[in-house]
């Protein structure tokens, strides 16, 4: 049985903590397939058990004799994943490498530009977050070029490669061709259930954001759209401040938590269409699971959602310049196609069960 050693800046926890719940979801499927999988979280004071995965502190590893074969590193970065492999590196045959976006990415130039009422959207802020981001990028080229011949490197779309070879300046070529593009998969509720079309409706249009104040999830555009079409009622789920400064519109339901799964599908099921826009994403993970359900998908026209979204039937692309956008004709046009049969695109056996076969067959 395989043996991996997983790095994560954050976890879920058993307090409610959903932090890269997408490391979490591929853990549980590697387990279940004959892979052994410690996690060592970097933010964890004390070890505890997520799931039947252990997950340990880093004052736990240094204690720890145990031989992995491989060491798997997800959205790896400097303060934590680069220290860890310079000072431990050399314990591992193997590295596996996950890219998810911010981490080879510069921020100020990537992403959009913050909301003004959040903490830190100043000129100092980004002239630090340029600084930094040049930094990283200098030593992660220089570490990646180091050790091509005992990594490998999975980007969770092709255009992240695309940006990593932009911004990083390293090619295939470069990585001795140890690169995959394996998409994230989503969570086996979304594969293992369906939409329930025929429910009766409460909202015309759900948004499920984990953190609403992050101006790439486009919670502003959402609330115009509401605003313009007052005729529709949305549910909006997500923790953060948008709706602390400014008012709810009418036809707004805002849920101010974070939901367990079935809460969740509970609040999907009553609503006839999502709505999930974004200025930028690597994959669009709950774009992807919700369509997956089986519920009519809105989200952005960017190139990202272009590669992951196009050849999904109930997903439609809208610009995020909505003044342009007749919400009401989308909507309707989506509704007559259901039920929609469901996507396998990022089901067990074209994601995960990929990166499990690469975990096996390195040596």
């Known amino acids: 049985m395989k043996k991996i050693l997983v790095l994560v800046a954050n976890y879920p926890n058993n307090d409610g903590g959903v932090s890269l719940m997408y490391v979490h979801v591929r853990n549980k499927y590697y387990m279940q397939h004959g892979i052994e999988v410690v996690v060592l979280n970097f933010s964890a004071k004390s070890d505890y058990v997520m799931d039947g995965i252990k997950v340990i502190s880093l004052k736990s590893y240094k204690n720890d004799n145990t031989k992995y ?5 997800h959205a790896a970065n400097i303060r934590n994943h680069y220290k860890f492999l310079k000072k431990y590196g050399q314990k591992f045959s193997r590295l596996l490498f996950f890219f998810h976006g911010h981490e080879v990415l510069k921020i100020n130039e990537v992403y959009p530009k913050p909301y003004d009422y ?3 959207n100043g000129v100092i802020r980004r002239v630090l977050q340029n600084g930094y981001d040049n930094l990283k990028l200098r030593i992660w080229r220089k570490y990646f070029r180091e050790i091509a011949d005992q990594a490998d490197f999975v ?8 940006e990593f070879q932009h911004y990083v300046r390293l090619t295939e070529a470069d990585l001795k061709g140890h690169v995959h593009i394996i998409h994230n998969s989503v969570g ?3 594969e293992e259930n369906t939409y329930k079309y025929k429910e009766e409706k409460k909202y015309d249009f759900i948004t499920i954001r984990s953190y609403m104040d992050d101006a ?24 953060g401040n948008y709706y602390k400064v400014h008012e709810v519109p009418e036809n707004v339901t805002w849920i101010d ?12 099921d009553q609503s006839r269409c999502g709505i999930l826009l974004t200025r930028e994403d690597t994959q669009g993970v709950m774009t992807c699971e919700l369509s997956v359900y089986g519920i009519p998908m809105i989200t952005s026209d960017i190139d990202v959602c272009r590669e992951i979204c196009s050849d999904i039937k109930n997903i439609r ?11 009401k004709e989308v909507f309707e046009e989506l509704l007559l196609g259901i039920p929609y049969a469901k996507s396998s695109k990022f ?13 096996k067959k390195l040596k």
């Open 257 to 268: 938590r974070f939901l367990s799964h079935q809460e969740l599908m509970d609040y999907i």
């Open 155 to 162: 980007f969770v779309s092709s255009w992240l490669f695309r």
């Open 216 to 239: 790439k999830y486009c919670i502003d555009l959402v609330d115009q759209f509401a605003k313009n079409y007052p005729q529709y009622r949305f549910v909006i789920i997500g923790k």
């Open 317 to 327: 692309m809208v610009s995020n310049q909505i003044e342009t956008v007749n919400l």
């Open 188 to 190: 086996s509720v979304f």
């Open 118 to 120: 959040v903490r830190g």
């Open 347 to 359: 089901s067990y056996k074209n994601t995960v069960q990929l990166e499990e076969e690469l975990i």
């Open 69 to 73: 074969d491989v060491l798997v590193l």
